[in-house]
């Protein structure tokens, strides 16, 4: 199994840009979480989707984050426009039983 | 709600010392009890984890005991090599959801 696949694995851009984050899960996961990573506020749950349904979007952070996962394989993490302060890891993590997640290699992202 | 402490790091060891990191839990419920592990430049990767209590999950010379009456899951290794060098979070299950703990750094001198 190739795991979960994140891509791209490095992102620059410049503020006000938009930018979509992907993520292809393990095959027959049904659940699939997005997670950001700083150094000052640590791991955070941004948004996870069961059986390609939001559930529970509580953490993401404002409006000009979206979410999205249109069918088992593929997800989509877009932030419209971006700010410095979006600056971080975000992870993409799969699970079958809803209690084991597999996390992907991460996106680092640079906003300038 | 349901939430995780774990020690505050850095922690800085020789090699071949013994480990201990610890990490204790509330929770309302009986969650599942987990290790994660996070090397340099990498996604989490699940340690071990432990389900019920008095349940030991054990990998790669980690071993963690689930003490219900502790409300503890201290991670304990008997040698660390330089290799053990990385962020270590505890974490438990919360219905469908995971919630970890701030994580561990640890360092290995060779």
């Known amino acids: 199994d190739a795991g979960v696949i994140q891509s791209p694995r490095h992102e620059v851009t410049e503020m006000g840009q938009e930018v979509t984050l992907r993520c292809k899960p393990i095959?027959?996961?049904?659940?699939l979480f997005w997670y950001r990573q700083t150094m000052m506020r640590g791991l955070e749950l941004l948004i996870y989707?069961?059986?390609?349904?939001?559930?529970?979007d509580s953490g993401m952070p404002e409006d000009r984050f979206s979410a999205k996962m249109p069918n088992a394989s593929f997800s989509t993490l877009k932030i419209q426009p971006s700010e410095p302060r979006d600056s971080a890891v975000y992870f993409c993590?799969?699970?079958?039983?809803?209690?084991?997640?597999?996390f992907g290699p991460g996106t680092r992202l640079l906003v300038l | 709600g349901d939430s995780v402490t774990q020690m505050e790091g850095p922690v800085t060891l020789s090699e071949e010392a013994f480990l201990t990191i610890n990490c204790t839990y509330t929770?309302?419920?009986?969650?599942?009890l987990f290790w994660y592990v996070q090397y340099p430049g990498e996604g989490l990767q699940l340690l071990l984890k432990?389900?019920?209590?008095?349940d030991k999950g054990s990998n790669k010379g980690f071993e963690a005991t689930y003490r219900k009456e502790t409300t503890s899951f201290h991670l304990e290794k008997g040698s660390v090599q330089v290799s053990d060098s990385a962020v270590y979070f505890c974490?438990?299950?919360?219905?469908?959801?995971?919630?970890f703990g701030k994580g561990t750094r640890l360092h290995i001198l060779p």
């Open positions: 993590a799969s699970s079958s039983n809803r209690v084991t997640q597999y």
């Open positions: 095959s027959g996961h049904n659940s």
């Open positions: 989707f069961n059986n390609n349904v939001p559930i529970d």
């Open positions: 929770a309302t419920g009986y969650p599942s």
């Open positions: 432990a389900t019920k209590a008095d």
């Open positions: 974490a438990l299950s919360d219905d469908d959801k995971i919630i």
